[in-house]
């Protein structure tokens, strides 16, 4: 703070700290903590509520009609009546402007084993993802970085980034097109006559999940290479020609050599491949368009807006927060790297 | 460990349209400590890169120990490379460094382990095994880097100017280490330097190289003395240079006209009257002329004095260009200015053609 303000003077580091402290405060920590707040609060909302209301206004109107309409002796007992259907009607409406509510971590118990199974299934998918991503990513990120030359590197980082000038709808939107039922894939199958449009024995490519899981790893591809590509391009050849040169064979170079000094770069990579995936709701959506299971992500987005039940929801996706704060100790654990290494 | 003789030949290197090395032949023999010296670019590291595998020649061909070379990798030649930066594994500790050649060729975790205690040991280098290169100093880390080469039980060592980076003192100390270890090991060394100190302190040969061409080959002794051409002459210790064109040519001595007056050489290139040609003498057979007779005389401008310990250097300036003298201190020539005499005999002066000097 004190050399800030020696270089900067108090002026613009006051701008610096009050600008970071806002980042902070409304955009980082303020949302989390509504969130948090808002899936610890369930509330039993009574769904035949707004019907039960109007029933008894109905009862009420009837009642207050035959009131005026009778005479003598009957009209005690009918105001009986009238003032025990108010009464009714007062808990009611006091009930639907505030229902009983109770602070606790019923939100997250209670989520039925289906919605649990979903849970589970898109974390497992995720890592997959994040697997197969790395798994095609580590190749293209070494060779753009120490086997390219500079120009043809150029090229290739040019040819990564520029799909990425589109919008990701629709980069998954192409790839939809490739693998539909008459898709790319699928029509060039049949022109080679190995399916048939008229028999609809074409390849249902977009029933399986590894659709999903290819337009995932499109859309995040450049997440994991550049990460993995900038440690990758640290290293010193020398150090690979250095294991070539004591017999070290491809395998043995890259677990000793390249992937140790590329581990901060693979941390981040699975990290935000991993965290895009799991809360990825575009992708699933476009891609399975309902035919296969939702993913994790569409079952928050239902609970937000098909439910209206903001405070499940807001548990649901807190719970994914949390799925994605384990896997970054976990991968911080595994690779060694500390927060440090990581913002590098 | 046993070397083996490195030979080249009618090798060429090309890197597109530019010719890093012109044809060349060269024999290394077995259990040899040879130097290839020369300025940075002049072909000597695209050598060491053949010989090491990691290029074949655009043409002719490499031999070690009789075998041809050519096709075949840097894994499976019997050679081991030491890199300027040392290219040490930072993430392993140094025993793993040194036994990384023998993990490679699948050598059991126990027994590469002890073989590298072992190596470690014999560069002096007990107590250090678990730590990382980065926990050394440099003198250190390099004996890590010669230990990690010789594991591999290498017929061929070959170093690319591995002492550049240490300071004067430490370089001095790993020369003499460099060559005790060769001598132990009877590896054929193949040690690539700008630095002719260097070359001259540790080799049995040297292979002077300028812009691709290697200009000679020598021993250490011979290349000092009897340099070929004026490049080895002004680039292997220091020469003085006195221009200008043959007048007589008797006994195979020459006699060059130049503005210093008629000086006398060996005529070393048969050169012939009318030539334009280049006397070179070393600094201290150069003498300040103290009543001796010297075959060739001339005057010159004193112009500094300049204390090396054991040395002293005597600068003096002609008309065309600096003349330095070079003795023993004695504590002499305190009060030396003005003009002085100097000469020298002309059996230590070398007559060649004219040609280009180095300028370093």
Known sequence: MNSLIRSYGKGLTGIFVTLTAFWLLLLIILPQAFMLDQSLW????????????????????????????????????????????????ATLEAQETDPPREYGLQNYTRMSSLHFSIFVKSIFYALAVTVLAFAVCYPVAFTIAKLATPQRAALLMLGLIIPYAINELLRVYAWLMILDYQGVINSLLAWMGVVSFADKTWIPFLE?????????????????????????????????????????????????????????????????????????????????RGKSGDWFSQLIYRQFFETQNWNVGAAYAFSLVLVCLAFILIMMKVFKVGIRDISK | MRGKDVRLEDVVMRFGSFTAVQQTNLTINAGEFFSILGPSGCGKTTILRMVSGFIDPSEGRVLIGGEQMNGIGPAKRPTALIFQNLALFPLMSNWENVAFGLEARGVAKAKRRDRAYELMALVGLQGHEEKTPNELSGGQKQRVAIARALAVEPAVLLLDEPLSALDLKLRQYMRAE????????????????????????????????????????????????????????????????????????????????????????INQDKATIGDKAMVFVRPERTKLLNGAALDNTFEVDFERRDLEGAFVNLFFKSDTGSIIVHEANLGQHKELEGRAKIGFNASDAIVMRSGELSDE
């Open chain 1, 42 to 89: 369930s509330i039993d909302k009574d769904d035949q509520l707004g019907m039960k209301i109007d029933r008894a206004y109905s009862d009420l109107g009837l009642l207050e009609y035959d009131a005026q309409q009778a005479t003598g002796d009957t009209n005690p007992a009918v105001q009986e009546k009238i003032d025990t259907l108010k009464e009714e009607i």
């Open chain 1, 208 to 288: 399986y999940p590894g659709s999903v899981f290819v337009a995932l790893i499109y859309a995040y591809v450049l997440f994991m290479i550049f990460p993995i590509y900038n440690t990758v391009e640290t290293l010193d050849k020398n150090q690979l020609e250095a294991a070539q040169d004591l017999g070290g064979s491809v395998f043995l170079t890259h677990w000793r050599v390249v992937l140790p000094h590329a581990k901060p770069g693979i941390a981040v990579g699975c990290i935000m491949t991993f965290m895009l995936s799991v809360g990825s709701y575009s992708v699933p959506q476009i891609m399975t």
């Open chain 2, 178 to 265: 460099l060559k005790e270890i060769q001598r132990k090991t009877g590896v054929t060394f193949i040690f690539i330097t700008h630095d002719q100190g260097e070359a001259l302190t540790m080799s049995d040969r040297i292979a002077v190289m300028k812009a691709g061409v290697v200009e000679q080959v020598d021993t250490v002794d011979n290349l000092y003395a009897h340099p070929r051409t004026p490049f080895v002459a002004t680039f292997v210790g220091e020469n003085n240079v006195l221009e200008g064109k043959i007048s007589h040519i008797q006994d195979g001595f020459a006699i060059v006209e130049t503005q210093q007056g008629a000086i006398r050489g």
